[in-house]
């Protein structure tokens, strides 16, 4: 074994020390004028200073300190963070052009290579976000057809939950199941029976793959994506069943291939076999099965995910504040009566249930760090400068629960989207889909279905938890749930 003697391991010592020092001084150099945040650690960045299993929280605490735009480094990647309603809409929608780009997912771009609609930039984004909108519209998401499909499904979900009997049960199955097959009606052209096994594994695989990416195992993924992949852990059940997801879509591709009329476009896929169709003779075309096997995965986690937790949450609440509940069914009985099943058109009647809907959303925060997005071109923005390609995330739980805008952002108060004289009122600061050229493409579905579905549900059934209101945690999931019929 070579020994260094004294003299040498305080050269090795030294050596080692100007390294370090060297290292930071390259990364000072590389931040200059950029905004302000806590001194990263090399490789490490500032890891060790951030809660990743509550990523949200440490950086609003960090926003306390340094600002509403602050830069943190998780892993070696750099970050900057846009806090409040304010920088975030200056951003996404004043600054539209700069910051409209998506920001890099590591974990996301090994998986999904860059395609789909979801995490593309670019030439590719805005063909398949053009077709995926055309095409969503024409199969009726803003439309009275897509409001009978939500009503039809939604005494589907009545007749489950009649069949409960009054007995205490999960509702995340249900609302699950409910939500999803409004997706699938567009993508693949049918729903599935609430028993079918094939769609009952689809969905588990899609709620495994989402809950690993949001675990504190998915940040570690992002952080240091060259080598946990390589390691054994949870994280690898997402590639298996990433795996099935594709043979699965494969599957009904292949069937719709075999039944394609092109002059009679059943569902997404079909519009997206016939745009194959047309642009197979041009090289660089952006139709071809990557994508569209990335585009439908988009749409089943923007379209089954949130808005099913955002209704699970709904209901919680109302679990708690009964008199909530007693409150948007007075309203139910006089604009909607028992019988006929609501509409959107009853919405603006309704100005109570409305408010209580938006502070659902609000309080729920799905997505509380936004998806990335990235700068375009280097830019200066709020006196700072933030290279070409860094990573922004607007933290949209900073815009949802902004005091400025919400008078108790942290209390559950549906008089937030109400005025004096109990009329609805708008508020700027409610961004739960984001806002600018990235803002979620299923938003007036998911507004539809979260209307349609809870207010069927309360013209139907009262609402009985097994706990007393007054002990009811909001934040606690899953919970038991008694459906009692009128």
């Known amino acids: 074994m070579m020994d260094f003697g004294v003299p040498g391991s305080l050269i090795l010592a030294l050596c080692v020390t100007c390294l370090i020092l060297l290292i930071m001084w390259s990364e000072n150099s590389k931040r200059k004028n950029m905004p302000p945040g806590p001194t990263p650690l ?47 809409k200056e951003a996404l929608i004043d600054n539209s052009h700069v910051f409209s780009q998506r920001g890099e997912i590591p974990i996301a771009q090994m998986l999904f290579k860059d395609f789909g609609v979801l995490f593309s930039n670019g030439e590719r984004w805005k063909q398949l976000r053009r077709f995926s909108l055309t095409t969503l519209r024409n199969f009726g998401m803003g439309k009275r057809s897509l409001e009978e499909h939500i009503q039809q499904e939604a005494r589907y979900l009545r007749d489950e939950f009649i069949k409960r009997k009054g007995s205490f049960c999960d509702p995340t199955y249900f609302l699950t199941l ?96 016939i745009k194959m169709e047309e ?81 659902i959303q609000r309080y729920s925060d ?45 209390k559950f108060d549906p008089g937030h989207f109400l005025n004096e004289k109990g009329e609805f009122q708008k508020n700027e600061a409610f961004l739960p889909f984001s806002a600018g050229r990235r803002i979620c493409l299923g938003e007036g579905m998911a507004r539809m279905e979260i209307f349609i579905f809870l207010t069927s549900i309360l013209q139907n059934f009262s609402l009985e938890s097994d706990e007393n209101p007054s002990d009811i945690d909001i934040t606690v999931n899953p919970y038991k749930i008694r459906f009692v019929s009128h």
Do not use: W
């Open 178 to 273: 409910a939500i999803s097959n409004m997706i699938c009606s567009i993508v693949f052209g049918e729903r599935f029976e609430y028993e079918d096994k094939t769609f009952l594994g689809l969905l588990a695989m899609l709620k495994e793959i989402f809950s690993t990416l949001n675990s504190r195992t998915g940040q570690l993924l992002n952080s240091f994506i060259k080598v946990l992949p390589r390691l054994p852990g949870p994280h690898q059940k997402v590639f298996q069943n990433l795996a099935a997801l594709r043979s699965f879509v494969q599957n009904k591709v292949k069937e719709h291939q075999d039944t394609l009329d092109q002059n009679c476009p059943r569902d997404f896929i079909d519009c997206f076999l």
């Open 42 to 88: 090399p490789i490490l960045g500032n890891m060790l200073q951030l809660n990743m299993g509550e990523l949200p929280k440490s950086l609003i605490k960090l926003a306390k300190i340094y600002g509403d735009v602050f830069t943190v480094y998780l892993g070696p990647r750099r970050v900057v963070i846009l806090h409040g309603c304010d920088v975030v």
């Open 279 to 359: 642009e197979k003779g041009i090289p660089n075309t952006e139709f071809h099965f990557d994508n569209l096997f990335v585009t439908v995965l988009n749409l089943f986690f923007a379209g089954t995910e949130t808005t099913s937790t955002t209704m699970r949450h709904g209901l919680r609440m109302l679990l708690k504040y009964p008199d909530i509940q007693a409150k948007i069914q007075k309203e139910i009985d006089m604009v909607v009566g028992p019988d006929r099943c609501p509409c959107m058109e009853d919405r603006s009647k309704m100005p109570y249930t409305d408010a209580v809907i938006h502070e």
């Open 366 to 410: 799905i997505v509380p760090l936004g998806l990335p997005h990235a700068v375009a071109e280097t830019t200066n923005f709020r006196g700072y400068t933030i290279p070409k390609d860094t990573t922004v995330f607007p933290l949209l739980t900073s815009v949802l629960k902004d005091p400025k805008y919400f008078r108790k952002p942290t």
